[in-house]
């Protein structure tokens, strides 16, 4: 009887994913497919073109995505075909006016950081030791060696790479010419000097070299993970050895397409960044294993570290969503390379908007309340899982800074066994506790001595 009621439950989760994949909305123009191992882009009328990505997976342009998919299924030498869906469209987070009068405002004034001058570094609550990640403190101890620079790639609404705190730390392809309409260095992009462009693309089907921002969404998330520090203006980063690279593939009405975050996703790893930060995410994954199956090559080829936001579906702490039961993507794809943010408050408990997951979400990070960079030259305040991924990418950013031979496996592992931890988090997030930099760069020395040692 039990054996039964799985088969039906199984059968039942099976048709509700068909039901949705159906109803979604797709790139009416696209589809994916994935060869099996060995076999080469099946040919079909159907196909006007392809666009190989990763191994055996291609990007195919059909005037028919559901026949071809058909077709190809009929073949026998196909893993699998996706369409290409979009994350449907939602409103943006917004930003926030803090209540001096709050404790949380309170909390932001005590801090001294000796170690930034920055005028706003004691809104920064998530530099200090007792709530937050231990910034503060890493900083005062960091090892003697020098750091490597670290490119993250922030893929999300674009980045405003003239904001007085950005400018600086940008990342810029040296291989381009700016400005003279020429693929200088024959990556597939014209002029794409900090990034790329996936929302707008030219006569070819390129994505374009504007990255800058159309929401601030992305400047906030940039700003956080490495805004210039002791440079006598506004807030310090979390990181110190970061370049900003921007990839604009996030509406405004965060409606992203699969095929432009693979796209964002194989820039980034082929010209040199370690990280990843994504804080965005959809509800419905529609049977799809695209992202997934990018994020895992990256991982292996490029050591590269994607971040993900859990979420913000909980209404805590009497009603929390839990990823393991009801996932959202890319949070909930099961991938070595992708490390799962959850957010905290100023008092270090789980912010009450955080998704968890005892299964899913791997750390904890300050996500409520987060002071950062935004467009124009300005600054605001902004919660969501969106502001603790960032957070977590900064401390990340900075052990790979110390430690760049880590894998992106081994960099998750470093992080999640040196938080902080938590009693409450048990049932919530895996490594039961929040990101720590101090303790990760110390956990991080001993991981790259056995490293060597056993090599």
Not at 159 to 177: A, S
Not at 326 to 343: G, I, M, R
Request: with cysteine; aromatic share 8%; charged share 20%.
């Amino acid at each position: 009887m039990k054996k039964l009621t799985v088969c039906i439950l199984l059968s039942f989760t099976a048709i509700m994913a068909t039901a949705e994949a159906a109803n979604s909305r797709f790139h009416p123009n696209h589809l994916f497919v994935k060869m099996k191992d060995g076999q080469s882009l099946v040919k079909s009328p159907l196909i006007k073109s392809a666009k190989k990505l990763i191994g055996g997976l291609y990007l195919v342009k059909t005037a028919n995505p559901v026949a071809l998919s058909k077709q190809l299924a009929a073949s026998g030498v196909v893993e699998y075909s996706q369409k290409d869906f979009y994350g449907e469209k939602r409103k943006m987070p917004k930003m926030e006016v803090l209540d001096r009068s709050t404790i949380a405002f309170k909390n932001f004034t005590e801090f001294n950081f000796v170690s930034f001058n920055d005028p706003d570094a004691s809104k920064l609550w998530a530099f200090n030791s007792n709530s937050g990640m231990n910034v503060s403190e890493a900083y005062d101890a960091l090892p003697a060696t020098s750091v490597n620079e670290i490119i993250v790639a922030v893929v999300d609404t674009g980045v405003d790479h003239n904001h007085q705190d950005l400018k600086n730390i940008m990342w810029t392809n040296e291989k381009e010419i700016a400005g003279n309409g020429i693929d200088d260095d024959n990556n597939g992009y014209i002029d794409d000097i900090h990034g790329i462009n996936t929302l707008v693309r030219d006569a070819q089907g390129r994505a374009t070299m504007n990255t800058m921002a159309g929401h601030w969404h992305g400047t906030h998330v940039a700003g956080t993970i490495a805004a210039e520090q002791n440079n006598g203006l506004g807030i310090a980063g979390v990181a110190s050895n970061v370049k900003i690279m921007a990839i604009r593939t996030v509406p405004d009405d965060a409606d992203e397409l699969d095929s432009d975050i693979v796209e964002g996703f194989l820039y980034a790893a082929k010209h040199g960044a370690r990280l990843i930060n994504c804080s965005f995410g959809k509800a419905n994954n529609e049977g799809g294993m695209v992202v997934r199956d990018t994020i895992n090559e990256i991982g292996k080829k490029y050591k590269v570290l994607v971040v993900a936001a859990a979420g913000n579906d909980s209404s805590g702490p009497f009603s929390w969503h839990n990823n393991d039961e009801d996932p959202k993507y890319p949070a909930s794809f099961d991938s070595e390379s992708l490390l799962v943010v959850a957010s905290t408050t100023s008092s270090g408990s789980l912010s009450s908007f955080s998704n968890v997951g005892i299964k899913t979400v791997d750390v904890a990070a300050p996500g409520s309340n987060i002071y950062s960079t935004i467009n124009g030259n300005k600054y605001g305040n902004a919660s969501g899982t969106s502001m603790a991924a960032p957070n977590a990418t900064g401390v990340a950013a900075m052990i790979l800074g110390y430690f760049p031979n880590l894998s992106a496996t081994e960099l998750k592992s470093v992080m999640m066994k040196s938080v902080t931890p938590v009693s409450s988090f048990k049932n919530h997030v895996v490594s039961g506790g929040r990101v720590n930099l101090k303790t990760s760069l110390a956990k991080a020395k001993t991981a790259n001595r056995i490293r060597f040692l056993t090599k």
